[in-house]
T-cell receptor, first 115, second 110 residues
Framework: DAGVIQSPRHEVTEMGQEVTLRCKPI?????LFWYRQTMMRGLELLIY????????DSGMPEDRFSAKMPNASFSTLKIQPSEPRDSAVYFC?????????????FGPGTRLTVL | QQPVQSPQAVILREGEDAVINCSSS?????VHWYRQKHGEAPVFLMI?????EQKGHEKISASFNEKKQQSSLYLTASQLSYSGTYFC???????????FGPGTRLSVLP
């Protein structure tokens, strides 16, 4: 199994530009999570999906952030417009479902730098 | 409500033991433990669900106290490969989203 796949691995963009991060979860997993990691704020859950449906997006920082999961094998996290404070590592993780019993498998992350 | 982890950082020599604590002001539904090496993604270690539960994986084990407000991760006879940041992740019975603690940075020296 290839594990969780994220692209791109690195993204450098200028303030105001649109950024799209992509994630392919492990086949058969029904839950998908987007996290942001910074030195100041640690690992923050942004949003998670169950069976392609967004369950809770209360962690999404602002309306500039949006996430979609059009099918079971693909999700995107979009930032429009991007700002320097959005610079972080963004992880996608998947699990069999969102219950407390299941471990989350993390992708390698996308390191985003907004200049 | 983010759980509290202690210590924030610890430095060990190979072969020494360490304990990392994760605590909450209210009862937890579950505690997950993950390890993240520098520049890599977090990797799952174990989940504890029941008060009083203890689990082990080789020389790394964990406990979840009876009141379900604290979990401890025990690293025995540490190896160089144990270096990294250890995170506890918690869930609450009221359905609050999964929340990671701030992490404990562990450095094992030769």
């Amino acid at each position: 199994d290839a594990g969780v796949i994220q692209s791109p691995r690195h993204e450098v963009t200028e303030m105001g530009q649109e950024v799209t991060l992509r994630c392919k979860p492990i086949s058969g997993h029904n839950s998908l999570f987007w996290y942001r990691q910074t030195m100041m704020r640690g690992l923050e859950l942004l949003i998670y999906f169950n069976n392609n449906v967004p369950i809770d997006d209360s962690g999404m920082p602002e309306d500039r952030f949006s996430a979609k999961m059009p099918n079971a094998s693909f999700s995107t996290l979009k930032i429009q417009p991007s700002e320097p404070r959005d610079s972080a590592v963004y992880f996608c993780a998947s699990s069999l479902d969102s219950s407390a019993y299941n471990e989350q498998f993390f992708g390698p992350g996308t390191r985003l730098t907004v200049l | 409500q983010q759980p509290v982890q202690s210590p924030q950082a610890v430095i060990l020599r190979e072969g020494e033991d360490a304990v990392i604590n994760c605590s909450s002001s209210k009862a937890l539904y579950s505690v997950h433990w993950y390890r993240q090496k520098h520049g890599e993604a977090p990797v799952f270690l174990m989940i504890l669900l029941k008060g009083g539960e203890q689990k082990g994986h080789e020389k790394i084990s964990a406990s979840f106290n009876e009141k379900k407000q604290q979990s401890s991760l025990y690293l025995t006879a540490s190896q160089l490969s144990y270096s990294g940041t250890y995170f506890c992740g918690t869930e609450f019975p009221d359905g609050q989203n999964f929340v990671f603690g701030p992490g404990t940075r562990l450095s094992v020296l030769p």
